[in-house]
């Protein structure tokens, strides 16, 4: 059985964020303020059926997607593109390849304990965000 994302996780570390920002081409100031920010994930499962949330003082930024299914994401939390989504599971790993006019973009997620861990990936950059479980 995957694992159970459900529940609101509230970040508690953020490393290299600003190197995947700028591979995505993020400009400085958008870059300066979102290194700062403590994000809050809601996420919401069903089965393979995911409704996210990303919330902070700057923006807030919402994604549904059901695992394995292709879908096209608006990503203007940052950098206000459109890229083809996919999500899969690897194990107890949700894996996301994004493509677009970036190379090597995704993200990689799982659980540890209370912890949600993000690794976000684009070129050869990569951020390691690390969320605890609220409720």
């Not at 292709?70 to 949700?94: C, M, P, Q, S, Y």
């Not at 996301?96 to 050869?124: A, M, P, S």
Request: aromatic share 10%; net charge negative; charged share 35%.
């Amino acid at each position: 059985m995957p694992a159970d994302f459900n529940g609101t996780w509230e970040m508690v570390s953020n490393d290299n964020f600003e190197d995947v920002m700028k591979a995505l081409d993020i400009d400085f100031a958008t870059r300066k303020i979102a290194v700062h920010l403590k994000q809050t994930k809601v996420i919401v499962q069903n089965g393979d059926k995911f409704e996210t949330k990303t919330l902070s003082t700057f923006r807030n930024y919402e994604v549904d997607f059901t695992i394995g299914e292709e879908f096209e994401e608006h990503t203007k939390a940052l950098d206000n593109r459109i890229v083809k989504t996919l999500v899969r599971w690897d194990g107890d790993k949700l894996v996301c390849v994004q493509k677009g006019e970036k190379e090597n973009r995704g993200w990689t997620q799982w659980i540890e304990g209370d912890l949600l861990h993000l690794e976000i990936y684009c070129q050869d950059k990569l951020c390691h965000q690390v969320f605890k479980k609220k409720n």
